[in-house]
């Protein structure tokens, strides 16, 4: 008996979080991985208020301004990043326990948590989600399942606007239009995160170009990016699998249509321009005993290449190494604009 897939879709957006620098989500991952860390009383504005009321000694200050400095952590978007990192379920966060927890330092080397958090609050504990912990192993010993994991999780996630949607199903973005000019959007923190995070992947390419225009009587270069699109494959195939296997049930059977209107509901895409059951068709040629296929007395979509297939069965989770037994021409026909 097949099972039946349904997509929610987020009804309101926000706006991106000011992390424009998503080289940084990895530091994290490294402090947090050592132990959990009290992220909003070391945050600068936290750390200032807290030592101007006494709450945290000046001695205690510096020394987590120079463990921040060290670790690469120092920014005045500090807040910015723990936002992102939660909205992705990357972090979770918890009580103190104050009987164990107070005397662990920060990131393993640096001052105690009891010194930062006060004897009255338990709050603010944050720690590695079962996520976060994948795909901190992903981030020390395989970079780019690591930036597979990092690229799905932000392309699932339904909190901020859809602007990265937006360049994948959009036609134009195909033929060479500037990416600043497809996304819609007033907000102009959004759009550059999203080209900085497009650019981080080599989603997009973005190079300067002389411009004339003229913003408050300055003359500035103007970054003109492109979609390059042999990445934009890659990383779908990516999120593809990663979604599958987080939620697809083991030995469950489910149609090949199925899977692809679920994949492109919990991507917040459109079948006009993705096509998952190209990525199914490549998940089962290259994947095989982990997926099986049966044919479908209803006439149902089937796999292209496998034109009696319209149900698949899981038998173990899909390895991201199938990324490297692809070719870039396969991986394309999941993008339709692109064949």
């Known amino acids: 008996m097949t099972s039946s897939l349904y997509g929610v879709r987020a009804h309101k957006y926000r706006k991106f979080p000011r992390a424009y620098d998503l080289g940084k989500i990895a530091r994290y991952l490294t402090v947090l991985h050592e132990s959990p860390i009290p992220l909003r009383e070391i945050e600068e504005r936290k750390l200032e208020s807290s030592m101007a009321a006494g709450r945290v000694t000046q001695e205690i200050g510096e020394a987590v301004r120079r463990w921040k400095r060290e670790r690469g952590l120092e920014s005045s978007d500090e807040s910015e990043y723990r936002y992102l990192m939660r909205d992705l379920g990357i972090i979770h966060e918890r009580d103190v326990d104050p009987e164990i927890e107070r005397e662990i330092p920060i990131g393993g080397d640096g ?15 944050y720690f590695l989600s079962r996520v976060g912990e994948i795909l901190y192993s992903f981030c020390v010993e395989d970079k780019p399942s690591y930036q597979a994991m990092l690229f799905w999780l932000i392309l699932r996630n339904q ?10 199903v959009a036609r134009e973005s195909y033929t060479g239009k500037d990416l600043a000019d497809v996304m819609q959007t007033n907000d102009s923190t959004s759009l550059n995160c999203a080209l900085n995070w497009l650019r981080y992947f080599g989603i997009a390419k973005c190079a300067k170009s002389k411009s004339s ?15 390059e699109t042999a990445n934009l494959a890659t990383y779908l195939l990516g999120a593809a699998i990663l979604e599958i296997g987080e939620t697809l049930s083991i030995n469950e059977d489910y149609y090949v249509k199925e899977i ?21 068709d490549l998940i089962f040629r290259y994947s095989r005993p982990l997926v099986k296929g049966y044919s479908s007395s209803r006439g149902d979509a089937t796999l292209p290449n496998f034109p009696r297939i319209s149900i698949v ?20 026909k999941i993008t339709r604009y692109a064949r």
């Open 313 to 332: 069965r899981f038998t173990g989770k899909i390895p991201l190494t199938l990324l490297t037994k692809v070719s870039r021409e396969e991986e394309l």
């Open 260 to 280: 692809d209107r679920h994949l492109n509901e919990k991507f917040s895409l459109n079948p006009s321009a993705t096509d998952f059951v190209a990525a199914i």
């Open 159 to 168: 909190s901020y606007l859809p602007l990265i949607q937006q360049v994948i």
């Open 213 to 227: 225009a003229q913003d408050n009587f300055n003359l500035r270069p103007k970054s003109t990016c492109r979609l």
């Open 111 to 125: 001052p105690t948590i009891g010194t930062l958090v006060p004897l009255s609050s338990r709050e603010g504990l």
